[in-house]
Nanobody, 128 residues
Framework: QEQLVESGGGLVEAGGSLTLSCTAS????????MAWFRQAPGKGREFIAA????????YYADSMRGRFTISRDYAKKTVYLQMDNLKPEDTAMYYC?????????????????????WGQGTQVTVSS
């Protein structure tokens, strides 16, 4: 069973940057997408970005494009989320997730049901 472990969260001042990491255990498939989501207190989970392990395709939520950058290191089985110019409203638990290898329909990056497993999350807190 593949497991995902996030790291890199913490407390940062507004305007600062953080880089989150998500490392996968077990075998990875180049065609599988890895995604980052976040969930703020009292809110639903929000899609941020996704990338295929092959690196040939990235997906961003329109609201996240520009300040957030997703990348991956295939050899290290690690996906990164670079976050710049952070704002207090970016405070949330950040999760990574792996696209399921099999499902009905086409890939739709923001659709949570297409992902399993999920990591345990890493907390990002941005102070004003």
């Amino acid at each position: 069973q593949e497991q995902l472990v996030e790291s890199g969260g913490g407390l940062v001042e507004a305007g600062g940057s953080l880089t989150l990491s998500c490392t996968a255990s077990g075998r990875i498939l180049s065609g599988i997408a890895m995604a980052w989501f976040r969930q703020a207190p009292g809110k639903g989970r929000e899609f941020i970005a996704a990338i295929r392990w092959s690196g040939d395709r990235t997906y961003y939520a329109d609201s996240m494009r520009g300040r957030f950058t997703i990348s991956r290191d295939y050899a290290k089985k690690t996906v990164y989320l670079q976050m710049d110019n952070l704002k207090p409203e970016d405070t949330a638990m950040y999760y990574c997730a792996a696209e399921k290898p099999f499902y009905d329909g086409v890939y739709n990056a923001p659709r949570e049901s297409l992902y399993a497993p999920w990591g345990q999350g890493t907390q990002v807190t941005v102070s004003s």
